[in-house]
């Protein structure tokens, strides 16, 4: 069965951190990409981050640059997003999501992906 789980959510005052973790099961780590998206109350689903098979490439979407990165541990079929310099407008539900791969590329277009987590709050208060 395959399984996404994320962690690591919570509550955080503004220019505080969190680390989520995306714990796979169920699939080969090394064929699928993980992207990270998130869906704030009323808005659309955006994706946030990703990285390819085997770590082999990254992306972080503009709104987060330099603030958010994500990391893979592949002993532990888990990705990390460190997330620092919280703002409030980085409160959603963040989900993690696995889709298969025949390249070292990664994307955080969301109709790509092949299986999704059940999400994560996380709730930044200024």
């Known amino acids: 069965e395959v399984q996404l789980v994320e962690s690591g959510g919570g509550l955080v005052q503004a220019g505080g951190s969190l680390r989520l973790s995306c714990t796979v099961s169920?699939?080969?780590?090394?064929?699928?990409?993980i992207g990270w998206f998130r869906q704030a109350p009323g808005k659309e689903r955006e994706g946030v981050s990703c990285?390819?098979?085997?770590?082999?490439?990254?992306h972080v979407a503009d709104s987060v640059k330099g603030r958010f990165t994500i990391s893979s541990d592949n002993a532990k079929n888990t990705v990390y997003l460190q997330m620092n310099s919280l703002k409030p407008e980085d409160t959603a539900v963040y989900y993690c999501?696995?889709?298969?791969?025949?390249?070292?590329?990664?994307?955080?277009?969301?109709?790509?992906?092949?299986?999704w987590g059940k999400g994560t709050l996380v709730t930044v208060s200024s």
């Open positions: 999501a696995a889709e298969r791969t025949y390249s070292s590329l990664c994307s955080t277009n969301s109709y790509g992906m092949n299986y």
């Open positions: 169920g699939f080969s780590f090394d064929d699928y990409a």
């Open positions: 990285i390819g098979s085997r770590g082999a490439s990254t």
